[in-house]
């Protein structure tokens, strides 16, 4: 799982970062606000990536996810591409689990056809 929803966070990471060149065109905001809001949700998106296994990574993706969704009032592409990688992460996190379980049934398969008979 952490394979799959780390790629997925790095990907986040350019978008968001070509989100907010997009978004510096807006009169309405600053390049300080666009590159704070944009900064923070880059420095997130990589640092999910080495706490996707611990408690609460998997719901910080969410936040993520909805975040990415949510600047589409600003950038209105990111409402497609936020409902992309939401879909994405929902996928990683689900495969992710269902090879976790088969690497754990495979390994426990391993380990019983190497333990001794009759031991």
Known sequence: MRTLCAS???????VIGFAGLVAMKSDDLTNATV???CGIGMLL???LCGMITRPGGIQLGWVLQIALVLSGFVVPMM???G?????LWWAS????RKIDEA????????EAA????GG
């Open 93 to 96: 996190v689900h495969y992710g």
């Open 8 to 14: 997925t966070l790095i990907g986040e990471f350019f």
């Open 35 to 37: 590159w704070t809001v």
């Open 79 to 81: 409402f497609i591409l």
């Open 103 to 110: 690497k754990a049934r495979w390994a426990a398969a391993q």
């Open 45 to 47: 998106s990589v640092l």
């Open 83 to 87: 409902v992309v990688f939401a879909g």
């Open 114 to 117: 190497e333990a001794p008979a």
